[in-house]
C-alpha cells in the first residue's frame, strides 16, 4: 500500500464551513444571509484606504498598534491588552490550538457558532455540545458538562445563529463556577448591536480577572459586523497578559493588512455613522420579526442584526421558500448545518429590503 501523508485524524470529522449564498451576479440582489451591516462602512473608511494605497509595498505594522490604541480609546481598555486577528475567526482557531490538543474537551452550547467546532477538531480536541434550553445557553448545561479534561469553554454572547442571549449575572455565574484552569472565550460579534439592560460584552468579567490575577477570561470582537468590514477581516482579543502573550506567539507576523489597520481606525473615529446603523437596526428588526410572526413563523428573540424563523410546514417548507426567494433575487440562510433544518436565518436589511423580503414571504403565507 503506497504510504502518504495524513492528516490529524479529527480534522477529517470536520465539514468545511459554507458561507451565505452572494447570488449569480444576475438581477437585484438582496443579500440577507451573512448578517452583513445593511448600510456597508463609513465613507471615511474609503477616503483612508486611499491614502494608504501608495503604500503597497510596505509591509504592515506587525503589531496592529495604532488599531489597538484607538480600540481602547473607543471601548475604554488598555491596548497592552489587545491583540488584533485576521477576523475574530483565525482568533479563535488560535485560541483552540494554544490551549486545547489531544484528549483535552472544549465546551460550547448546542447551537453555538460552528467555527468553534472547526477550530477545537483542528486542534485535536473533543467537541462537547451543551444543552440550551429554549434555544438559549444553559450555564448550569454548560457546567455540568465540565470535566478534569475540559480546557476551554466558547460561549457566543448574542449567539450565532440563535441571536439569544445571557444577561451579565449568568455570565458572571459561570465565570465563578469554572475551575480556574478553564479559559472562558466570550464571543461577543454582535455586542454592539445588544443593547438590552442585563447585557454585557464581558469587559467587565476580562477586568476582573486581569486584576485577580485569574487570567482565565478573553473576549472577542469584531469589525464585520456593525462596521461593516467583513470584507477586510478585522477581529481583536481582549484579555489578560498571559493570553495576549500566546496569541502574539503564535499568530503570523503580519497578520492584518495596513489596508485593514486603516479601515478600522477610520470606522472606529466615526462613532456616528456605527450609531446611524445601530439605529437603523433597532427599527427594523423589531418590523421584521413582527411581519414573520403575522405570517405564522416562529421567531426566536434576537440581539444581534438577524432573527432566526421557524417554518410551520418544517424542513422541507424552509427548503422551499429559500430557493423561491433566490430565484427572485433575496437570498436567506439555511442552517441544517446546526441541525436547525426548519430554520432559515434572516439579516436585517434596509427598510425597502425588508419590505420587499415580507411581500415575497407573504405570497408563501397566503
Not at 75 to 80: F, I, N
Amino acid at each position: 500500500m503506497t504510504q502518504k501523508p495524513a492528516p490529524n485524524p479529527k480534522v477529517l470529522h470536520i465539514h468545511p464551513y459554507v458561507p451565505g449564498e452572494a447570488g449569480d451576479g444576475g438581477g437585484r440582489i438582496i443579500k440577507l444571509a451573512s448578517n452583513e451591516s445593511a448600510l456597508g462602512p463609513s465613507p471615511k473608511v474609503r477616503e483612508a484606504i486611499e491614502v494608504e494605497l501608495g503604500c503597497l509595498a510596505r509591509y504592515p505594522d506587525g503589531s496592529s498598534t495604532l488599531l489597538r490604541q484607538k480600540i481602547g480609546e473607543v471601548y475604554g481598555l488598555d491596548h497592552k491588552h489587545i491583540v488584533c486577528g485576521n477576523g475574530s475567526e483565525q482568533l479563535i482557531a488560535y485560541l483552540a490550538q494554544i490551549y486545547a490538543g489531544p484528549g483535552d474537551q472544549v465546551i460550547q452550547s448546542e447551537f453555538g457558532f460552528i467555527a468553534y467546532k472547526i477550530a477545537t477538531l483542528a486542534a485535536g480536541a473533543d467537541l462537547v455540545a451543551a444543552r440550551e434550553r429554549d434555544y438559549t445557553t444553559d450555564v448550569d448545561a454548560i457546567l455540568a458538562a465540565v470535566t478534569e479534561k475540559t480546557k476551554i469553554v466558547f460561549l457566543a454572547n448574542p449567539n450565532n445563529p440563535t441571536g439569544t442571549w445571557i444577561p451579565a449575572s449568568e455570565m458572571g455565574r459561570l465565570r465563578d463556577k469554572l475551575p480556574a484552569h478553564i479559559l472562558l472565550v466570550l464571543d461577543a460579534a454582535y455586542a454592539d448591536y445588544a443593547g438590552e439592560k442585563e447585557y454585557q460584552a464581558g469587559t467587565e468579567l476580562v477586568d476582573a480577572a486581569i486584576a485577580t490575577g485569574a487570567e482565565n477570561v478573553c473576549m472577542l470582537r469584531t469589525f464585520s459586523k456593525i462596521y461593516g468590514l467583513a470584507a477586510l477581516r478585522i477581529g481583536w482579543c481582549y484579555g489578560p497578559e498571559s493570553v495576549i502573550d500566546a496569541l502574539n506567539r503564535v499568530r503570523g507576523a503580519f497578520n492584518l493588512s495596513t489596508l485593514a489597520q486603516a479601515a478600522a481606525i477610520a470606522a472606529l473615529d466615526d462613532q456616528d455613522y456605527m450609531e446611524k446603523v445601530r439605529r437603523l437596526n433597532n427599527e427594523q428588526l423589531p418590523r421584521v420579526a413582527s411581519g414573520l410572526k403575522k405570517l405564522g413563523l416562529g421567531v426566536l428573540p434576537s440581539a444581534g442584526n438577524f432573527v432566526l424563523a421557524k417554518f410551520p410546514g418544517g424542513v422541507h417548507q424552509a427548503r422551499r421558500v429559500f430557493t423561491d426567494l433566490k430565484k427572485h433575487g433575496i437570498i436567506l440562510r439555511p442552517v441544517e448545518g446546526y441541525r436547525l433544518a426548519e430554520f432559515l436565518r434572516i439579516t436585517i436589511g434596509t427598510a425597502e429590503e425588508n419590505g420587499l423580503l415580507l411581500k415575497a414571504l407573504g405570497k408563501h403565507f397566503k
